[in-house]
């Protein structure tokens, strides 16, 4: 006999199909969604999938990750029904080199979707932390799966998002605890992670056809109006950059005004921190 979780599962799934209201994300042509109770890396279980050929748009959604990742390698804690835990498919027809400037962009479809779901404005930490009042709400996850088959495979983006809603009981490691912000915690009415998710897709969906219509530096100038980069003093992790953090360029990278002149931060296995160490992720 099905147990109460697995209905309130299917039932949770059925209201994700069915609240989405795009054409492309968290639509796939073979319907081909996925969620889990449980899971060991949503952005994992897509990567298969993809690899396996899965359509653009494929969401993937737990209640838990057991392996949830970060960048640089990090765990992302992922406690059961205490975030959104999510990973979508992107397929883009633009060059992979334009790959920081898909992670800014959506960076900008998470903060809408916080927004228009719980109406609290946030902040984007580049290269892609959501943030609220120095304390971390959120990050985003791109990453290329590796698989064998190159044909199937060309292309694929797996875009995972991790977005805190509820503190966990459990007692979490200080420097996470010290560090994070929940988003019941900001606004009075309870958030439905369901409804997160579909107007995550909905954001997403709006913001990649901008992209791809050719209309990215609109977004980048939206994601420079919602930095909390840009104007500080910042030293990335390796410790070989230190300056004020002036503006993106074109291709995503911080543009840094050092004491030797100016210099650029890629984002690929660096973060950056602020020197007062008001945040560092
Ligand atoms: C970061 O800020 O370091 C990125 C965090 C990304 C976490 C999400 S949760 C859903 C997806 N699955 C993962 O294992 N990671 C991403």
Redesign the pocket.
């Known amino acids: 006999m099905e147990s109460n979780q697995e209905t309130q599962n299917k039932e949770k799934f059925k209201l994700f199909n069915d609240s989405v209201k795009t054409t492309l994300i968290g639509k796939p042509k073979d319907n081909g969604n996925e969620f889990w109770n449980s899971i060991d890396?949503?952005?994992?279980r897509l990567a298969s999938l993809a690899n396996k050929g899965a359509a653009e748009g494929t969401t993937v959604i737990s209640r838990q990750?057991s392996l949830?990742?970060?960048?640089l390698g990090?765990e992302?804690v992922?406690s059961y029904d205490c975030g959104l835990?999510?990973?979508t498919l992107l397929r883009p027809t633009i060059p992979i080199s334009d790959l920081p400037v898909i992670t800014l962009c959506l960076g900008v479809s998470a903060k809408r979707a916080v927004l228009a779901t719980s109406g609290v404005e946030i902040g984007l930490k580049w290269v892609?932390?959501l943030i609220y009042n120095t304390k971390k709400l959120g990050?985003?996850?791109v990453e290329m799966p590796t698989g064998l088959n190159s044909d199937k495979n060309s292309q694929a983006l797996v875009v995972?998002?991790?977005i805190n809603v509820k503190e966990p009981e459990s007692e979490l490691p200080e420097e996470i605890r010290n560090k994070a912000v929940y988003l019941n915690e900001l606004c009075d009415t309870k958030i439905d992670t369901i409804s997160l998710a579909s107007e995550l897709c909905f954001q997403i969906e709006h913001i990649y056809n901008r992209m791809l219509a050719g209309e990215s530096n609109l977004i980048l100038d939206e994601w420079r109006a919602s930095s909390v980069t840009l104007g500080q003093e910042i030293i990335t992790s390796n410790n070989e950059i230190s300056g004020k953090a002036l503006d993106i360029d074109e291709t995503g990278a911080l543009i840094v005004q050092t004491a030797e002149g100016k210099k650029l931060v890629h984002a690929g296995e660096i973060s950056v921190r602020s020197k007062d160490g008001s945040y560092s992720?």
Do not use: P, V
Request: aromatic share 16%; charged share 15%.
């Open positions: 890396s949503t952005n994992t990750q949830g990742r970060g960048r990090r992302w992922s835990y999510f990973s892609n932390d990050g985003i996850l995972g998002i991790g992720f």
